[in-house]
């Protein structure tokens, strides 16, 4: 089982940049598709961004379209988050997510549909 690992996260002011990243630990196998997810206190966890596995096409949620940027590193299994204009309602724990098959999409948007998670990493923005 591939275990990812996530960090970047912190205390920012509204306005502010962060940028997370997220790679898996020890031994791991091809990750095809990728993504962010997060999960404010009391609230559901939440698409953020997904990435193709040629990471040729991205999607984002409506809530964070022109501020996020999701990008990958094939030759690390990695995958990042670049997080501008920060609002206080990005405010959440962030998780990254990983699929272990390829798959007949470009990208994939519901959680059930990722096989490996990391720990999450809390952003917290401060106004």
């Known amino acids: 089982q591939v275990q990812l690992v996530e960090s970047g996260g912190g205390l920012v002011q509204t306005g502010g940049s962060l940028r997370l990243s997220c790679a898996p630990s020890?031994?791991?196998?091809?990750?095809?598709?990728m993504a962010w997810f997060r999960q404010a206190p009391g609230k559901e966890r939440q698409f953020v961004a997904a990435i193709s596995w040629s990471g040729a096409v991205t999607h984002y949620a409506d809530s964070v379209k022109g501020r996020f940027t999701i990008s990958r590193d094939d030759a690390k299994n990695s995958v990042y988050l670049q997080m501008n204009s920060l609002k206080a309602e990005d405010t959440a724990a962030y998780y990254c997510?990983?699929?272990?098959?390829?798959?007949?999409?470009?990208?994939?948007?519901?959680?059930?549909?990722?096989?490996?998670w990391g720990q999450g990493t809390q952003v917290t923005v401060s106004s």
């Open positions: 020890g031994r791991s196998s091809n990750i095809y598709g």
């Open positions: 997510a990983g699929r272990s098959t390829l798959g007949g999409r470009y990208y994939y948007t519901g959680r059930y549909e990722y096989d490996y």
